[in-house]
Structures are given as structure tokens and as C-alpha cells.
């Protein structure tokens, strides 16, 4: 089993999980490539990649995002498809594992394009997803609109309206009231129960933050409104600092008018009331804060940059932002890591909400849908700090038992190894 493999194997060293489960982990159930035909403004017609990967249905249908960015390979999302198997798992939500993606900039192309593309995506993808058989949702730089879009293309294929196809949709085409802020909340969620076990006193905790897109702007807002001081956050054009606290409302008041961090310090008014000073990202990530966020994309820690990391807590808000070779580094440096698996299940929480939803054609309260994510949020946190006290691993190997554990069950139940071959 190659790199990928790592975090399990660490796992499997400290459980007993059978075979059988094991196998059925090590290769993904499909993996689709297709190309999507666009006709472009100009009247080009320009062919995109696109990917849609069930990992593992053990558990029922896949569940993940659907990622538009220049990086977007098979490689990429067989991966995140894979840590979407044990994030739902670890959230005992009744979906397996799935992502998909397509390789474009989407901050290249018009909305014109951009619509094209997406249905063109289901066109492309339609035999392959369904309520029942593996369920999409928004990823990075994919949002609502999109969503509705996919959903709104699925349904004319079909000639029904089927809005539990997909999740993260605009609320007037079934989507669930509190889906926007879930990762953020969820994470915010994970977070405050982790510093009440760890008898956390400290009055205003110190945070960095990468990323300023949906996760990371809400959840520095929560944890700003929570008495936390924020004093950097970042997106992909530079990082702000400022000792005493940044503003966070006021931050992303500005950032939501000129959407570039630096214009809001740089040209806009909020320089003259907040001292500040720029950043680069490796600056932001090496900060000697409390709590270090990176909200944006992955390995955005590896083994050449692990050493640099003073933060006590590193919360992976993002998917995969620490490479699995940063772990023992970052291990041995006493850095406690709460792993994307767990800190970041609040949107797929939610976006399980959204598919009940829609098959009931009952629509909740944000109040019941909030007391919702956080019981679940904060009763697998508690699981999970348990099993790493109790079996003395890593939050993330914790994470990774407990799931793996989930995964046996569903495994077993169709038979195991001493079934088939006792008295034979
Ligand atoms: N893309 C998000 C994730 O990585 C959400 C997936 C979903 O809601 O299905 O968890």
C-alpha cells in the first residue's frame, strides 16, 4: 500500500480490523473520467476534464464535493473520495465515500461558461450519480448557483424533479437552511468541545487563519464573536497581521465588497483603523499563535515547512492541508492535530440533513438543523478524543479507528472470513 495509505496503516498498527475491510479499502469501486464539450463565448468549442469517483459504498451511497480548479487530476480526487469514506464514517453518517472535480479556473471562464460546463458535468456524469447511488455537493470554488444548476440538468435527464440528487443547493430549489455556515460551525463546534477536555482556560486564544473563502471567513467570525483573537487570516493573494486581533466583521465586510483581503487593509478605509502588516502564506503558516487554521487547499504542510510551525493546535479545516509526511515532524514537536476527517464534517453533516430533507419533503428550522449538527459534532469529537486517550494515538489515528471500526461493522455484516470457511 503506497503514501496514501500511510494514516491507515498507523491505524491498523493499533487495532484489529479485519482483512476483509482492508481489502476492500485499497481500491477505489469506480473512477470515471470524462470530457465535457463547451462552446465557449467566442465560439470555440473547448473540451474539459472532469472526474467522479465512488470510493466505497459500504456504508451507502457516496457522498463529496465537486471541486472546479487547475489542479483537479483523477489522482486528486481518488484521494479526497477516499477521506470522504472514513469522514462520513467517522460522522456515522449512512453514505460512503465519493468527490469529483473538474480541471478548469473557473475564475477564468464567464458565467455563461461556467453554466455550460456545470451541466455539461451532468450530462457527462448522469448515469453514475443518483439520490441512491452516490450523492454530490459543493467543494472548492463550486457554490449553490452551481448546484442548482447540476441539480436543475440532472432532472431535466430524467424528467423528474430530484432534488436529493444533490446537496449544497439554493434554498428555493430544496436546499437546507444552515448548509452555507456547516463546515464553519461544525468546525467552530470541534473546536470548543476539544478546549473544554483539554481544560483550555486561557481567556483569548490566539489564531491564524489560511483561507478566507466560506469555511474560514465564518468560522473566524464564530470563533471572533466566541473571544478568540484573530490575528492573521489569509487567502490565495496574502495574509494580514495584526498582534492585537483584526476586526474579523469588519475584515469580511470589506473582503465580500472588493473580494481581495489585501484591498481591504491596502486601499480600503480599514487600514486607517486597525494597524496591520502583510504576510506571506509561509510567514502566516510559521506564526507562534495558539490555533493554526489552514481553511484552504492541501498540502499546505509537508516535510519542508513542518519544522516551522510554532502553533499548539492545528486544525484542518481544509482537506488534507498537512501531507502525511509532515505528521511525525509535527508529532514530535508536540503539535496536537485535529484531522480534516473530523474538523471539517460539519458541511457533510448538514448536507445529510439537506438529503433527509428532501426525501421526506419536510423542511427544518436553522434551529433544529443547528442543535442537530452540534449534537453530532460534538458527540463524535468526544468519541474520538476518546479512543485517542484510551488507546494512547494521535487524534487523527483516533479518528481513523473509529471509523474503520464503523466500516468493519458494515463489512461484516455480509459475511466475514470465519463465516464462509468455519467447518469447512
Ligand atoms: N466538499 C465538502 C467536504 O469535503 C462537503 C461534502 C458534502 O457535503 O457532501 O466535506
Known sequence: MGTKFKRLMEALS????SDDTVERLKYPKSSLKVSIPVRMDNGDLKNFQGYRVIYN??????KGGIRFHPDV????????AYLMTFKCAVLNLPFGGGKGGVTVDPKSISKFELERLSRGYINAVADFIGPDVDVPAPDVYTNQMIMGWMMDQYSIIHRKITPAVITGKPLSMGGSVGRDTATALGSFFVIRTLMKEQNCKKDSLTVAIQGFGNAGSILAELLFRAGYKIVAVSDSKGAIYSENGLDIPSVRKYKNATRDLK?????????????????NNEELLALDVDMLIPAALENQITEVNANAVKAKYVFEVA????????????EENGVIIIPDILANAGGVTVSYFEWIQNRTGHYWTLGKVNKRLKQKMVQETKNVLEVSQRESVSIRTAAYIHALNRLEEAVNAGGTKSFYTDGI
Open 263 to 279: 484591498s481591504v487593509y491596502c486601499e480600503d478605509s480599514v487600514c486607517n483603523i486597525l494597524e496591520h502588516q502583510t504576510l
Open 57 to 62: 459504498n459500504t456504508r451507502g451511497p457516496a
Open 319 to 330: 482537506n488534507g492541508p498537512i501531507a502525511s509526511g509532515a505528521d511525525e515532524i509535527l
Open 14 to 17: 493499533h487495532t484489529t480490523i
Open 73 to 80: 487530476s483523477i489522482e486528486e480526487v481518488e484521494l479526497l
